[in-house]
Every structure is written in structure tokens, then in C-alpha cells.
């Protein structure tokens, strides 16, 4: 592409993903997870289950797609080199909850902020999701260690960064949980900062 942006086919298919999934997150949130069939979904999207499938290979990615892992690697990366390393991680986090929430609290949280809410809520409170949520967090650690240092770490180094990764998404997950229970109204970045600083100690706003 040439660096001219998303192809018409691109853009296509990641409307139809974001249409399907509202759907999706809608029925969810007012008949149970577990009641709601993926051929309910694709009743209610106007598309065949097959279309779901090809955009949502199981039922729990219709919750879980759009995960940040490349994103907060990728300001992981940006960050400077010579900065402590949970500063750099941590703030990285920040900003990535920055853009996640959209432009404010409450009444302000974008239409992006409000479809993690509706996520996180279902991640939350259903059982099977948990588990899959565990499985995106690790993804999202060995996306930052990755950022931080290539593919082909020095042990040690490695297994620092997968300390101090695990124990801020950790931290993290704690100030999304709270956000959504409190319905987006908190700030999310300065929640993940706060969550931050009392596991790390300091300033990461």
C-alpha cells in the first residue's frame, strides 16, 4: 500500500467486524453470553454465520478481538531506551489507556471507549472469557518483552521484563476492572497510573 492507508477491501472488512461485534455485544449483554448462538448474532448483523465465522473464529473472539497488544508494543518501542524499564513499560500503558477510553469520562467516553466497556464487563463476568482474557495478557507481555528486546533476548534480560510486563498488566487489569464496574466514569488513564504507582511506586502520569 505504500504507506497510503487501508485498502477499500481493508476498511470493508473492519466494518463489517465492528458491526458484527456491536451486535454481538449487544445480544450478549441482554440475553447472557451463553444464551446468545453465534447464528444469533448473525441474524441480528443481517449476515450468514459463515460471514461470523470468517471474521470471528470462535464465539469468544466476537468479545475479545481488539486487543492492543500491537499497539503498546509499539510504544514500548518508542519510549527511551535508557529509561527505567518499568517507567518505560508502565507509561507506555498509560498512553495506550489514553487512546482506549477515547476523549473523556462518563458522558465523554468515545464510541470506541464504550465498546471496551461493554468487553470488559462480559470479560468480567463470564467464566470462559476470563480464562481467554488470561491468554491475551500473556500475548500482550511477549508483545512488550518482544518491543523491549528483539527476538533473540539474553535470558536474564528476559526474564526481567517478563517480571516487571507481568506484574504492570497486572496492575492494569485492576484499574480497567474498576473502570468498568464504575461505568467508564472514572479517569482510565489516571486510574492505570494510580494502579501503577501503588504496585511500582512513583509518578506515571
Known amino acids: 500500500m505504500n504507506g497510503e492507508g487501508p485498502s477499500l477491501r481493508e476498511r470493508r472488512r473492519a466494518e463489517t ?18 444464551a446468545t448462538t453465534v447464528n444469533d448474532v448473525a441474524e441480528a448483523s443481517g449476515v450468514s454465520a459463515m460471514t461470523v465465522y470468517r471474521h470471528f473464529p470462535t464465539k469468544e473472539d466476537l468479545v475479545l ?17 535508557d529509561e ?18 477515547g476523549d473523556g469520562s462518563g458522558e465523554g467516553v468515545s464510541p470506541e471507549g464504550r465498546l471496551l466497556l461493554a468487553r470488559l ?24 518483552t518482544g518491543a523491549l528486546l528483539g527476538e533473540a533476548p539474553d535470558p536474564e534480560a528476559e526474564f526481567r521484563a517478563n517480571a516487571v510486563a507481568g506484574a504492570a498488566l497486572a496492575a492494569m487489569h485492576a484499574a480497567l476492572v474498576r473502570w468498568a464496574r464504575e461505568d ?7 486510574l492505570v497510573a494510580a494502579a501503577l504507582g501503588a504496585a511500582f511506586g512513583g509518578d506515571f502520569e
Request: charged share 25%; hydrophobic share 40%; aromatic share 4%.
Open 17 to 34: 467486524q465492528r458491526m458484527v461485534q456491536s451486535h454481538a455485544l449487544r445480544l450478549f449483554a441482554r440475553h447472557g453470553y451463553d
Open 65 to 81: 478481538h481488539g486487543r492492543y497488544d500491537g499497539v503498546v508494543a509499539a510504544r514500548v518501542a518508542q519510549r527511551p531506551a
Open 84 to 101: 527505567p524499564l518499568v517507567r518505560r513499560i508502565g507509561r507506555a500503558l498509560v498512553e495506550t489507556a489514553r487512546t482506549a477510553a
Open 121 to 144: 464487563r462480559l470479560m468480567i463476568d463470564t467464566p470462559a472469557l476470563r480464562a481467554r482474557h488470561l491468554d491475551s495478557q500473556f500475548a500482550t507481555q511477549k508483545a512488550i
Open 184 to 190: 467508564g466514569r472514572p479517569d482510565l488513564p489516571g
